[in-house]
């Protein structure tokens, strides 16, 4: 899933925070309302505006996040570590 056609970042839009095409709906609200419990059928139903494409998108996205803040504390952790031993 390419989800950088779908999750914009404007510095003007929700201050800075991903948003799902540029609309003031941003990836945390979907991810807070899967974690709520809502289904996809639910959050359809209540923002007719967003597509199930859309929420696959925000799930791409964190999911990267995720993938990206891991690898780079890891890195941050193994940097530590190497400077630790060093000094």
């Given at each position: 899933?390419?989800?950088k056609?779908?999750?914009?970042?404007?510095?003007?839009?929700?201050?800075?925070?991903?948003?799902?095409?540029?609309?003031?709906?941003?990836?945390?609200?979907?991810?807070?309302?899967f974690?709520?419990?809502m289904?996809?059928?639910?959050?359809?139903?209540?923002?007719?505006?967003?597509?199930?494409?859309?929420?696959?998108?925000?799930?791409?996205?964190?999911?990267?996040?995720?993938?990206?803040?891991?690898?780079?504390?890891?890195?941050?952790?193994?940097?530590?570590?190497?400077?630790?031993?060093?000094?």
């Amino acid at each position: 899933m390419n989800y950088k056609d779908i999750i914009t970042i404007e510095p003007g839009r929700r201050g800075g925070q991903p948003t799902i095409r540029g609309m003031r709906i941003t990836v945390y609200d979907v991810l807070k309302m899967f974690a709520s419990g809502m289904t996809e059928k639910k959050i359809l139903s209540d923002f007719p505006e967003l597509t199930k494409e859309d929420l696959r998108a925000v799930l791409s996205f964190a999911s990267e996040r995720e993938r990206f803040l891991t690898i780079a504390n890891h890195e941050i952790t193994l940097g530590s570590k190497h400077f630790a031993q060093a000094g």
